[in-house]
């Protein structure tokens, strides 16, 4: 704008009431530009998918995406899903695809809680606990996560006794080099009662946090609606799990054959991911949260202590919400570095996306352009989701200045 | 692994950015103008078929048809390089133009002669699948494997049929798959699978490298039919024929009795007319080839014949000691059959 106001004090200016000269008007010259960019881009992507045609059509490899719904006849390790080897190419993928968000997931959540707890402790006055918190940083952050995974897998794992000599845990639990085994909660009649307990105790501690806000910005008044909203999402669950006559049972894994039947499964292969995932993405969140808590200058703290306000409150109202305005953008990047770094769980022979479908599949098929094109287009969705909702989150609790 | 990838991501760049209009040279005259084959191996180190021996060379029965076909070309045995690869690297190493031959104790199927862009030339070793576990186990059978754990390699055909072969026999397993041969080895030394499977051949040399061979057994199921052999690039059927007549040639050797030994004896003295068409005295079925008429003579000096190969590598003079079996000669019992020099 500021050149096209500039305009009419240039020579030339006295020629475009003639009309010949739209050449030097700025905004048509730049919009002509940006058309022209974006017909060139067009034109390199359209050049891009017709040279790989026709050079996968002149190198004779079969080409096209329509293997996705002939058999795969391989069989998957975990199955979050029901997969026969009479499924197609397509369903292997989703298993892949969901054995990587099953790992991204716990990992995200277990390298949160992880990673918050040292951050906050390699804060702390006590000397130990900070040396402790130190020494677990500087050692999982600066060795490479794929050593990380092969230790846990080949140095951990792999060392531990035969399923018939496996270590006994309570409850019927085993750990063996099969991989931990637990009871499996099977879910019987009157389960909807407490899922709809759940939902309505959530709504209610909801609401109940809502009036008590609204109540204290009228008369400062204030009430413990955490307190209260905890004792409600506990309590009404329990009680209708009570009432429905206690519909979860437990089944216990049994020694059958070569391996435990029943009970629930951590193999090792994922149990060797998630470690190596949690500890090592722990230790990064744990320097983002100590980072994010310095920047809080210590006038804030001393100036919420003149005000009267307890510690756990000047933590809460004060510290944490100036806190999270630093930690949330970088917590972000660590989130998205764990859900692709868990592609690196083809070196342990967990079955995620990268080894199913950009492995077997792939092999299987031999339309390597196709697999490798959707495996790249799967992480980027994900990790623009992830993103998406992270900023998405950081608005909400960025601080609002007044 | 994606840091792995490298190899696929090569094929994808080859794919995208080469011109459609540029035609591949015949391999024949950029392997002469480079001055070797470069040949695709198992990375793993497949003791008897791919791996370095005390001397830091690559040899073995696979090994052996690099040799052969450097050997027709050249003349000479010691020009060519290898280029060691996994299962899931292998086909893409070859289709984007790496590697010339691919020898890689590779099963011969429909799909990846029909959907690869690549072709196999022969069998160098008639195959079929088989498992391994540990003695202590008691298992006789593999129909005693059910419920097992089985430490399998991803991209195999073993992979699909140990699959096939559960079901028909109305029998569950937990696969525990693994990109590389190496991990896989590993896992099942550790004990973390119950039951190994893959070629026979394989079985047979990997059992060797375990910590302790003789607690581990192989099981008498043949699952499979597993044709193993080189493949080339479709699209050059000179190269092709040279890859495969290599192959032909040792087999024909032991046929008709020629030996690393006496090759050159016979090539002289050999009153035999397919002996003297096979070693280049009769006829010009070298230069057919677009190769010296002594062609066949350098392979067998350089590897000798089929059945010397094998002994050799994977037979009796080896400590894998692999009885001949369906790779005796069919005159003999076996089905290696190699049609005539004529």
Redesign the interface.
């Known amino acids: 704008m500021t050149l096209r106001d500039a305009a009419p004090s240039t020579p030339l200016s006295g020629q475009r009431g003639s009309g010949s000269s739209w050449l030097y008007d700025p905004t048509i010259r730049g919009i002509v530009f940006q058309v022209l960019l974006v017909v060139g881009l067009a034109l390199f992507g359209w050049w ?1 998918v ?3 045609i ?3 059509r ?5 080409s096209g995406f329509d293997f996705l719904s002939t058999r795969a ?5 975990q199955k979050p899903i029901d997969y026969t ?1 009479d499924d197609t190419h397509g369903r292997a993928f989703l298993v892949g695809l969901l054995n990587t968000l099953v790992v991204a997931a716990i990992g995200v959540v277990l390298a949160t809680v992880l990673g918050f707890l040292v951050g906050i402790a390699r804060l702390s006055p006590n000397w130990l606990l900070a040396k402790v918190a130190s020494v677990y940083v500087e050692t999982f952050r600066n060795i490479p996560l ?1 050593l990380q995974l092969l230790f846990w897998y ?1 140095a951990v794992l ?2 531990l006794p ?1 399923p018939r000599q496996g270590l006994a845990l309570p409850m019927g639990s085993n750990l063996s ?2 991989g931990l085994i637990i009871p499996r909660p099977v879910i019987g009649e009157g389960f909807e009662l407490v899922v709809g307990a759940v939902a309505v105790a959530l709504a209610a501690a909801f609401g109940l946090s809502r009036w008590a806000r609204a109540r204290q910005m009228a008369t400062g008044q204030s009430f413990p609606s955490g307190l209260a909203g905890l004792a409600l999402v506990v309590l009404l669950p329990t009680f209708a799990y009570v009432l429905a006559g206690m519909p979860i049972t437990l089944e216990y894994p049994e020694l ?4 435990f ?1 029943g009970g629930l499964v951590l193999k ?2 994922f149990m060797a991911l998630l470690l190596g995932l949690t500890i090592y993405t722990a230790s990064f969140i744990a320097e983002v949260v100590r980072a994010g808590v310095l920047a809080v200058s210590h006038g804030q703290t001393e100036a919420a202590y003149a005000l009267g306000l307890r510690p756990s409150r000047t933590l809460r109202l004060v510290i944490v919400p100036q806190a999270m305005r630093v930690i949330i953008p970088p917590l972000t990047s660590q989130y998205l570095n764990l859900t692709k770094n868990s ?2 769980a ?2 342990v ?1 967990y ?1 995620d996306l ?2 199913v479908f ?3 599949t ?5 339309r ?2 196709e697999v ?1 094109f959707i495996t790249m287009s799967v992480y980027l969705v994900i990790s623009l989701l992830t993103a998406a909702f992270m900023n998405w989150f950081n608005a909400r609790v960025a601080l609002i200045e007044r | ?3 792995r ?1 490298w190899k ?2 090569a ?2 760049a ?7 209009a540029a ?1 591949s040279a015949a391999t024949l005259d950029e392997v002469k103008a480079k001055g070797f084959v470069q040949c695709g191996v198992n990375a793993a180190g497949l003791q008897g078929f791919a791996a370095p021996n005390d001397k830091g060379e690559w040899s073995g029965f696979d090994i052996d048809i690099c040799r052969a076909v450097a050997a027709a070309v050249f003349g000479d045995a010691t020009k060519v390089k290898f280029t060691p690869l996994t ?2 690297e292998r ?2 190493a070859l ?1 984007s133009g790496e590697i010339d031959v691919l020898s890689r104790n590779s099963t011969w199927t429909m ?2 002669d ?4 690549i072709v196999f030339t022969g069998v160098n070793y008639y195959d079929g699948q088989g498992f391994m576990a540990k003695k202590s ?1 008691g298992v006789s059978s593999a129909k005693d ?5 089985i430490c399998v390699q ?3 055909t073993t ?2 049929n ?3 072969w559960f ?1 028909a026999n109305n029998l569950q ?7 590389k041969q190496e ?1 896989a080895d ?2 099942y030394d ?3 699978c ?1 039951a190994y499977t893959t070629d026979a051949s394989g079985l047979y040399s990997i059992r060797l490298k375990l910590a302790n061979p003789d607690e581990h057994v192989v099981l008498p199921e043949i699952i499979s039919k597993e044709p193993l052999g080189p493949s080339v ?3 050059d059927d000179q190269w092709a024929l040279i890859v495969k007549w290599a192959l032909f040639a040792m087999v024909n050797a032991e046929e008709l009795g020629v030996t690393q030994a006496n090759v050159e004896e016979q090539k002289t003295g050999s009153a035999n007319p397919e002996v003297k068409r096979l070693l280049g005295t009769d006829g010009d079925f070298g230069k057919s080839l677009g190769l010296t008429p002594d062609w066949a003579v350098n392979v067998i000096k350089a590897v000798g014949n089929y059945g010397e190969s094998f002994e050799r590598n994977v037979g009796q003079g080896s400590p894998l000691k692999i009885a001949r079996g369906l790779n005796e000669l069919w005159s003999k019992g076996g089905i290696q059959y190699a049609p005539p020099v004529r």
Do not use: C
């Not at chain 2, 494997?145 to 754990?149: E, I, P």
């Open positions: 891009v017709h040279n790989t026709v050079n996968l002149a190198a004779n490899i079969a006849g391989y069989d998957i390790a080897i794929l080949k792999s060392v035969g080099n099969r059958k054959g070569f391996n039947a090792p292969e592609s690196l083809v070196a022979g079955p990268v080894a950009a492995g077997s792939l092999n299987i098929t031999g390597a352009v490798i | 692994m994606v840091y990838k696929t991501a094929l994808g080859a794919m995208i950015l080469g011109t459609a035609s299962a899931k086909f893409t289709q799909s990846r029909t959907q690869l862009g186990l494997l059910n419920g097992a754990s991803s991209g195999t992979e699909l140990l699959a096939d079901r397993f937990n696969p525990v798959v693994f990109e991990e590993a896992a550790s004990g973390r119950d690039r479709q699209g």
